[in-house]
């Protein structure tokens, strides 16, 4: 069926006759293959039609595109317009990673165990394990939680820079980042000798500091994403150097932990990155790779175009890990437990801190939906996301009531959030304040997610004082193992005579 049969009477009659002639350009198009060197041209009349409606922000012209663009998708899902073909690297098993050229060990998928990451959890815990121990007897293991939320990371900048200010930022042992907490998290992890990276990146910015448009039609047309984000990609270049690469690299080193995350568009998993296992290669693809993760973990889905890592004539395609994760600490992927058993150490002994910032709000504000099916799809889809995010905040927190780690929070007052296509440096300067406020003034982290995201129920959830304490000693575990399968197969034996 052609592109035009599938448009109803009606929406031909919404159309204006520019953008309705550009239709019928790219039916045309559409009967006519072309190479992707050999783009179609649009009319005249219709490219001053489309220069009318790409003065408008990105997410009002997504807003007002309406049936119009679900049927100009639909149309062209079988229209040939677009990049070639390409072919994916797919896994042949849940949870297979294809190394990297030179870099075989520096990713893994989350939910699934990595030898490589395993190992180096392992030395990360032995060499944790051999700092002196102090007077109390107790070791401190902070860890730092880094969230999405595109132009709001301007308020966790604010916290970071300022929290250095304060004197008592914490050392911490393991940072993660997801999008633009991934673009934080190196700065962070490398300490407060980089905070004015930090800054300049978040503090005072506009749009054009991140992408340019290039209009929603031909985007939609023949591209893959409606803004060219090579402005950011050239403001990680700038701050991204060789002196970040050797901190990070040192950091490592000394049993220190720094992951950020992306999302395999091809397979739906998300991707763990470590950057410290990147940046300990060293060299120029160890830049040029550290550069493209974290502009993979910030390539918002549609509004940034994916990164690309290939191998040989196959590849991969990773966007924004907000898409599955706008939060996170590995799962599976290592057992802590285990490292510590290696090391000769118990987690009880230790007194871990687990800092979460997000970078925007938990609640979604107010506003008046029309009757109309893209807007409520669009208000449908950011309902969700803010549920996504406070449903990983609640797992953290879990998490910690599990390890018997404390918990500490931040997170934007309901409201204050800024649109990826909608701020100016005045927005950001007010949010980076905002978090350098909440620093300066001494104001205490929250210690549960706030009420309307934890059960007053869950909040009395504790380790059991028997589950707690571990034995170090392994041939113990395996005998009690041993003894609970004995005991079930004489009630197996018990049930079988009866």
């Known amino acids: 069926m052609s592109v035009v049969a599938r448009i109803t009477s009606r929406e031909r009659h919404a159309m204006s006759r520019p953008i309705y002639k550009l239709f019928l350009a790219e039916e045309s198009a559409a009967a006519h293959p072309h190479s992707p060197e050999e783009r ?19 997410a009002l012209r997504m807003a007002a595109s309406n049936r119009f663009t679900v049927a100009l998708a639909a149309g062209l899902a079988g229209g040939g317009c677009g990049w070639p073909t390409r072919f994916a690297t797919l896994p042949d098993h849940p949870g297979q990673v294809e190394p990297l050229p030179a870099f075989a060990d520096v990713r893994a998928v989350d939910g699934y165990p990595s030898e490589a990451f395993q190992a180096s959890f392992d030395d990360a815990v032995a060499q944790f394990a051999r700092l002196p121990v102090p007077a109390d007897g107790r070791r401190d293991f902070d860890m730092l939680v880094l969230s999405s939320g595109g132009v709001n990371g301007a308020f966790g900048a604010g916290i970071l820079t300022a929290w250095t200010a304060r004197g008592d930022r914490p050392d911490f042992r393991c940072v993660t980042g997801v999008s633009v907490g991934a673009l934080m998290a190196p700065f962070a992890f490398a300490g407060p000798a ?47 150097d060789e ?81 599955v994760r706008p939060l996170f600490i590995p ?85 204050l959030e800024l649109s990826v296509d909608a701020f100016n440096p005045d927005d950001t300067e007010r949010l980076f304040l905002l978090g350098k406020g909440l620093m300066d003034r ?36 395996l005998r009690r193992i041993e003894e609970r399968l004995e005991a079930l197969r004489t009630d197996v034996k018990a049930l079988r005579d009866r």
């Open 194 to 240: 980089f905070d004015d990276r930090l800054e300049e990146l978040f503090r005072r910015i506009q749009p054009g500091d991140l992408h340019r448009e290039k209009g929603l039609m031909p985007s939609v047309l023949w591209d893959e994403s409606l803004a060219d984000n090579s402005p950011l990609r050239a403001s990680i270049a700038r701050a991204v």
């Open 40 to 58: 179609p041209t649009l009319p005249s009349e219709a490219k001053r039609a489309l220069e009318a409606v790409d003065r408008r922000p990105v």
């Open 331 to 415: 799962q599976n992927v290592f057992d802590g437990y285990l490292s510590a058993d290696r090391a000769g150490m118990s987690w009880d002994d230790v007194d871990a801190t687990l800092y979460v910032i997000h970078n925007g709000s938990l609640r979604a504000r107010p506003v008046e939906v029309q009757r109309d099916t893209l807007a409520i799809a669009l208000r449908t889809v950011t309902m969700m996301s803010y549920t996504m995010v406070s449903e990983h905040v609640l797992h953290l927190y879990m998490l910690t009531r599990a390890w018997g780690a404390e918990f500490r929070f931040q997170t934007m007052p309901d409201g």
């Open 442 to 477: 001494r104001e205490p982290w929250s210690t549960t997610p706030p009420g309307y995201v934890l059960r007053a129920d869950l909040d009395r959830v504790a380790p059991r004082e028997a589950e707690a304490k571990l034995d170090t000693d392994v041939s113990g575990h």
């Open 243 to 323: 002196s970040l690469l050797q901190a990070v690299a040192a950091r490592h080193a000394e049993g220190r932990r720094c992951w950020v995350g992306s999302t395999n568009l091809d397979v739906g998993h998300f991707c763990v990155w470590d950057l410290g296992a990147i940046a300990s290669r060293g060299g120029p693809e160890a830049l040029e790779l550290f550069r493209d993760v974290l502009a993979a973990s910030a390539a918002i889905p549609v509004v940034y175009p994916p990164v690309r890592f290939t191998h040989g004539r196959r590849d991969e395609l990773h966007v924004d890990g907000a898409v």
